[in-house]
């Protein structure tokens, strides 16, 4: 139905090869990173509102090597971590949203895990007594009520950081930062290693985070003049 | 001077008894607490500038058993900790002020502390291979730039939570708590304890805690009707 005129074949697009595109630096970097991620190690988030809490827990996350966030969002506070803090380190995370806690316990039961929910409470299991030699996540709940009454019933235990103050908590950027470098720390101490990725995930996310890179090197040139009309 | 009229002697109040007017259970907890409190590990706060950050350093250090946090000012940012993350723990703390960095070194030299600042890089000393049995206070510097240069000159050495991630660097609360911990359940592995005041330091804590714990009582019970006019 298209009027006459000339029709003009499109050029195909040559596919983008991100390995001609990184440098070798940025290539070694990303191998470097992937040597060190786990998928057997993770967090959740019950319920968060603080946008300042999610950032810094996402981003001490990622600079410990995690790969995954799983997170059940609060129907009153959309997941939004605050973009200052987190300084874009979400964008090499697997950040996994889930409407309830059964549908986030039943995708990580399907795949093994243990769930432990910190609960500030004197008879729960001492962080520091842990092993994390099995795939393990720790839940975290809400800066105001804790994890929920579902997340207590449905964990395979509790733990909590020992207090030796009059401070009967602490913030939970803080909290989750003893607990996962506590985990990583272990691990490298007791296992000799930190990442555990099998080559196949490693693959799969090299090729994703070598695509990634390169779209971050676009961004950073898109200010600089055009080289082309 | 004073006109005539009839003069009225004052009847001496009686001294406030803090132990009379004490629960048990809440000496039980002050004491407790004392046992496991710390004067010879200890946090620097170089020009911190966000209030959210210093009130979370600063339950992370009451929390975990630090007596004293030692604050160097930033001239543009008064240290005011937000009070809604602090939740009233700083008046358990003993909390220095310096206006510069020379000062502050000075007197923790004077005590015999080494002094090691928080430098992202490669070759600073790992967190996890460093012990903690003698006096040491660790320096964080501000959210942008760092610790300054005149700290880095005059610290006696650096080092840093090793970074496994495309992040660079963790939020300072994240820091500051995977500092904390690391230090105290080192001592608490290595050393078989985690408090160490002497019996005199104890006692004036014991002390002041006990007045403290009064006054928020007398805090606490103001909204209620006076029990005479």
């Not at 300084?87 to 769930?115: E, H, M, P, T």
Request: proline share 5%.
């Amino acid at each position: 139905m298209a009027g006459g005129g000339p029709r003009y074949e499109k050029l195909d697009r040559a596919p983008i090869d991100p390995e001609s595109l990184l440098l070798d630096v940025r290539k070694e970097k990303i191998d470097k990173v992937i040597s060190q991620r786990t998928r057997t190690f993770t967090i959740v988030l019950d319920r968060l509102e603080d946008s300042f809490n999610m950032a810094a827990v996402m981003r001490t996350c990622e600079a410990n090597g995690l790969q995954e966030v799983h997170v059940i969002v609060n129907p009153a506070a959309p997941f939004m971590p605050n973009s200052r803090v987190a300084q874009g380190c979400d964008k090499w995370l697997d950040v996994k949203i889930y409407r309830d806690f059964a549908s986030c316990r039943a995708a990580l039961k399907a795949r093994g895990f243990s769930l432990y929910a910190s609960a500030i409470r004197e008879d729960a299991t001492s962080l520091y007594s842990m092993r994390f030699d099995s795939k393990i996540a720790l839940i975290f709940g809400n800066e105001r009520d804790g994890v929920s009454p579902e997340v207590l019933a449905g964990s395979d235990g509790t733990f909590w950081i020992p207090m030796r103050g009059f401070s009967q908590s602490l913030n939970i950027s803080a909290a989750a930062s003893a607990c996962v470098t506590r985990a990583i720390s272990w691990r490298e101490e007791h296992l000799g290693r930190v990442g555990d990725l099998t080559e196949g995930e490693a693959q799969e996310l090299r090729e994703r985070f070598y695509v990634l890179a390169v779209k971050q090197r676009k961004k950073i040139f898109k200010k600089a003049p055009p080289s082309s009309p």
